[in-house]
């Protein structure tokens, strides 16, 4: 007989008291719904006890029924260009499937990457940073080259199951991971960023500031540390009778020339959005929509079938989560508690750079990744006044620390792609826990020296 987990139990429980307090006005000010719903909220995504688009439908629900906000804050998600350019990845990640241009850039890695096991565990870093810039959806850059890098492992000698194997298949998770956080465009916690902030402060940030703030240290630095790591843990000796010839790779087919074209395109205008104004989603939106055109080849018949759209709801509800947070109060109330116990000095800028970071590393600990936007937007004003920052300087700080990863099940990728390419968690773990402490000794002290460089403190 099968055990069942008591976890989705206790979860459907919750919701249902917190829909019992709502509806018999136990709560009836619009701080006291918040206080009851967001937590809930940031529970069941923080355990994932049911499925993240449940959650999110369970959380629209609950404060409709209940009256907690305005439908237009309760569905701000919907309403943000984040949840569009969610979309967008999932389409353009579909299109790179179909039109085997995925296969194709793998087949063009095959001679620049062989020759020796550091060649291998770098060119594949690079070629998984190189789709962070053309794919804005991190889950589907993994579940894209966990396959790629598989092949391309054995073709380069390390069979299924050795170290080498291991370490090319990490490579390329990691590599196009861990930088995407400086990337506007690049992963779900970014989007909500993205989204959270425009409904806050009034306008997105631009792709180019964005870049320039956090991808020389944060990105870059993170690939630093990464290849010496993966080098020496899984160093290896191809197998010679394992090693495949190189294989000629025709010219582009018409479809994929159209879909490079495409996506060159796509970088093009991500990269100057501070100059035409159009922001990454809308950007995304024009490809996807390309992609989708009846006719165009670049997705299967009846595309919408084919693809799996339940990260929107994710997305939808993590940001409306966070605009009840703002409108009911409840992100003041927070705030209020929060300044009196952080030692936020207004003459101490490379302490409030620490603390700040910090407090949204641990937010990430129960909210996971993608909430820690919705929780920290909020508490920007506050912040700001209290230490003399500007509310840009304060925001920007939640992508040093989201951008600190310190387990797996923060990050729904990597949960993907330790399931998808079987990878050992306690490994996964240890890269993790590694470059999180590494960040923080190294990299943060760097970056704090870059915003004053640049201005920001």
Same mark, same amino acid.
């Given at each position: 007989m099968t055990a069942v987990s008591p976890k989705p139990t206790i979860a459907l429980v919750a919701i249902l008291t917190v829909a019992v307090v709502l509806l018999t006005?136990? $709560?009836?000010?619009?701080?006291?719904?918040?206080?009851? $719903?967001?937590?809930?909220?940031v529970g069941l995504w923080a355990t994932a006890a049911l499925p993240?688009?449940?959650?999110?439908?369970?959380?629209?629900?609950?404060?409709?029924?209940?009256? $907690?906000?305005?439908?237009?804050?309760?569905f701000a998600g919907f309403a943000s260009s984040a949840i569009w350019l969610v979309f967008a990845g999932i389409v353009i990640g579909g299109a790179m499937a179909h039109t085997g241009l995925g296969d194709r850039m793998a087949a063009r890695l095959v001679p620049l990457v062989s020759g020796s096991f550091r060649r291998s565990v770098v060119g594949t870093m690079l070629f998984g940073l190189s789709l962070t810039f053309m794919m804005p959806s991190a889950m589907g850059r993994v579940v894209l080259i966990i396959p790629i890098v598989t092949a391309l492992a054995v073709h380069l000698g390390y069979t299924k199951g050795t170290k080498g194997h291991r370490g090319l298949v990490m490579a390329g998770v990691l590599g196009t991971f861990m930088p995407a956080f400086t990337v506007l465009p690049a992963n779900v916690p970014n989007n909500v960023f993205l989204g959270t902030v425009e409904a806050m402060l009034g306008a997105p940030p631009t792709f180019a500031t964005y870049l320039l703030l956090h991808f020389p240290v944060l990105g870059l630095g993170k690939l630093l540390l990464l290849a010496p790591l993966l080098i020496l843990r899984y160093r290896d000796r191809p197998d010679p009778d394992q090693v495949a010839g190189l294989v000629a790779v025709p010219p582009l087919a018409g479809r994929e020339r159209r879909l490079a074209l495409l996506l060159a395109l796509a970088f093009v205008l991500w990269a100057t959005d501070g100059i035409h104004g159009i922001t990454p989603a809308w950007v995304g939106m024009v490809v996807a929509l390309f992609c989708l055109a009846p006719g165009s080849g670049l997705l299967p018949d009846k595309p919408l079938k084919s693809m799996s759209f339940e990260p929107l709801f994710y997305v939808a509800g993590i940001v409306g989560m966070g605009a009840v947070a703002h409108a009911n109060g409840l992100g003041a109330w927070v705030a209020e508690h929060v300044l009196a116990v952080l030692p936020l000095e207004p003459d101490a800028p490379a302490q409030t750079f620490g603390v700040l970071s910090a407090v949204s590393v641990v937010t990430g600990l129960a909210v996971t990744l993608p909430g820690i936007p919705a929780v920290m937007t909020p508490l920007t004003d506050t912040l700001a006044a209290a230490t003399g920052w500007s509310s840009w300087a304060v925001v920007m700080t939640q992508v040093v620390g989201y951008s600190t990863v310190l387990f797996p099940y923060q990050a729904p990728p990597l949960v993907v792609a330790i399931q998808v390419g079987q990878l050992p968690l306690r490994e996964v773990a240890w890269f993790c826990a590694v470059i999180a402490a590494l960040s923080i000794l190294l990299l943060w002290p760097l970056d704090y020296l870059w915003w004053s460089l640049l201005g920001w403190t």
């Amino acid at each position: 007989m099968t055990a069942v987990s008591p976890k989705p139990t206790i979860a459907l429980v919750a919701i249902l008291t917190v829909a019992v307090v709502l509806l018999t006005g136990l $709560v009836d000010a619009p701080l006291g719904k918040a206080m009851v $719903v967001v937590p809930l909220a940031v529970g069941l995504w923080a355990t994932a006890a049911l499925p993240e688009w449940f959650s999110a439908l369970a959380f629209f629900t609950l404060c409709m029924v209940g009256k $907690v906000a305005a439908p237009d804050t309760v569905f701000a998600g919907f309403a943000s260009s984040a949840i569009w350019l969610v979309f967008a990845g999932i389409v353009i990640g579909g299109a790179m499937a179909h039109t085997g241009l995925g296969d194709r850039m793998a087949a063009r890695l095959v001679p620049l990457v062989s020759g020796s096991f550091r060649r291998s565990v770098v060119g594949t870093m690079l070629f998984g940073l190189s789709l962070t810039f053309m794919m804005p959806s991190a889950m589907g850059r993994v579940v894209l080259i966990i396959p790629i890098v598989t092949a391309l492992a054995v073709h380069l000698g390390y069979t299924k199951g050795t170290k080498g194997h291991r370490g090319l298949v990490m490579a390329g998770v990691l590599g196009t991971f861990m930088p995407a956080f400086t990337v506007l465009p690049a992963n779900v916690p970014n989007n909500v960023f993205l989204g959270t902030v425009e409904a806050m402060l009034g306008a997105p940030p631009t792709f180019a500031t964005y870049l320039l703030l956090h991808f020389p240290v944060l990105g870059l630095g993170k690939l630093l540390l990464l290849a010496p790591l993966l080098i020496l843990r899984y160093r290896d000796r191809p197998d010679p009778d394992q090693v495949a010839g190189l294989v000629a790779v025709p010219p582009l087919a018409g479809r994929e020339r159209r879909l490079a074209l495409l996506l060159a395109l796509a970088f093009v205008l991500w990269a100057t959005d501070g100059i035409h104004g159009i922001t990454p989603a809308w950007v995304g939106m024009v490809v996807a929509l390309f992609c989708l055109a009846p006719g165009s080849g670049l997705l299967p018949d009846k595309p919408l079938k084919s693809m799996s759209f339940e990260p929107l709801f994710y997305v939808a509800g993590i940001v409306g989560m966070g605009a009840v947070a703002h409108a009911n109060g409840l992100g003041a109330w927070v705030a209020e508690h929060v300044l009196a116990v952080l030692p936020l000095e207004p003459d101490a800028p490379a302490q409030t750079f620490g603390v700040l970071s910090a407090v949204s590393v641990v937010t990430g600990l129960a909210v996971t990744l993608p909430g820690i936007p919705a929780v920290m937007t909020p508490l920007t004003d506050t912040l700001a006044a209290a230490t003399g920052w500007s509310s840009w300087a304060v925001v920007m700080t939640q992508v040093v620390g989201y951008s600190t990863v310190l387990f797996p099940y923060q990050a729904p990728p990597l949960v993907v792609a330790i399931q998808v390419g079987q990878l050992p968690l306690r490994e996964v773990a240890w890269f993790c826990a590694v470059i999180a402490a590494l960040s923080i000794l190294l990299l943060w002290p760097l970056d704090y020296l870059w915003w004053s460089l640049l201005g920001w403190t």
